[in-house]
């Protein structure tokens, strides 16, 4: 997450959401550039990656964040929001993560691919 409050904003960074709408120990869906993309107000910082379980197409921001991982609320399949491993079955394959930067109350993703 970038701090400068002065520094421009990388190339591909959109606005995703309120920082207002992402309290502290919370999950948000939003679509950004058609891709489904999960907010989560972890313990350790504010993370996106995509909005969709890797095991079965369901949305991880309907799931449960605790600490630094978000669980499937479908499978339980368990998701590190930083780096984006599965952490437990039944997912195997890890999800797409997208940088963020939070900047005068806004919360934007880096989409450059």
Not at 49 to 58: A, E, G, K, L, P
Not at 75 to 81: E, I, L
Request: hydrophobic share 40%.
């Amino acid at each position: 997450m970038a701090s400068a409050p002065d520094a421009p904003l990388p190339p591909g960074a959109v606005p995703a959401a309120a920082l207002d709408d992402l309290p502290p120990g919370t999950l948000l869906g939003v679509e950004i550039a058609g891709r489904r993309i999960c907010l989560a107000h972890a313990e350790s910082g504010i993370y996106a990656f995509q909005d969709n379980c890797t095991h079965r197409d369901f949305p991880l921001s309907a799931g449960e964040l605790d600490g630094d991982a978000v669980t499937c609320a479908w499978h339980g399949a368990r998701f590190d929001c930083a780096t984006g491993r599965a952490l437990s079955l039944p997912a195997v394959k890890p999800v797409k993560t997208y940088e963020v930067v939070v900047r005068g109350g806004q919360v934007y993703v880096v989409v450059n691919d």
